[in-house]
């Protein structure tokens, strides 16, 4: 009898929470390339709720298969006030890179969580304390394009 392989492993869905930089620096290294519209973006203001439903490039799955993707709700909580820059959220159907999440920290865990999108755009959540939900929706699927994302150096 041989030992399990990790590549015999079971697929499951991601569903992790970030409360520090380094849990969002994990957060970021994930959602890096996830491509949204901004329709996917909604601010719920009653709820303090920031949601974003992107279609992340699955990284941690490395080159063991194809290309793949999923649909995954990106959550941010205890947000106070949402500014942006670059983007027209006014068009549902413009299409959105996410490249990356930064956090600056405030006074008594406050803090300006930061979304860079491709192109210049950004997002700034002001929050009252660093709370981040990402979360698996659906099953992975091969990737429309079939490539790796790549950035110029």
Same mark, same amino acid.
């Given at each position: 009898m041989a030992d399990a392989r990790f590549e015999d492993g079971e697929t499951r869905p991601l569903n992790l929470v970030a409360r520090d930089g380094d849990d969002?620096?994990?957060?970021?290294? $994930? !959602?890096?390339?996830?491509?949204?519209?901004? =329709?996917?973006? @909604?601010?719920?203001?009653?709820? #303090?709720?920031?949601?974003? $439903? !992107?279609?992340?490039?699955?990284?941690?799955? =490395?080159?063991? @298969?194809?290309?793949?993707?999923? #649909?995954?709700?990106?959550?941010?909580?205890?947000v106070t006030m949402v500014q942006g820059q670059g983007l027209d959220r006014t068009d549902p159907d413009l299409v959105l890179s996410l490249l990356s999440l930064g956090f600056a920290p405030g006074d008594d865990g406050t803090g300006l969580l930061t979304l860079t999108f491709a192109g210049d755009g950004a997002l700034a959540l002001a929050v009252e304390a660093l709370e981040i939900t990402l979360k698996d929706v659906t099953r992975p699927y091969l990737a429309p394009s079939r490539l790796v994302p790549k950035h110029p150096d």
């Open positions: 969002l620096g994990v957060i970021s290294a $994930l !959602i890096q390339d996830a491509v949204l519209t901004a =329709g996917d973006l @909604r601010y719920t203001k009653s709820k #303090r709720r920031f949601t974003l $439903l !992107i279609n992340r490039f699955r990284w941690e799955d =490395g080159s063991a @298969r194809s290309p793949e993707r999923v #649909r995954s709700l990106l959550v941010v909580d205890d």
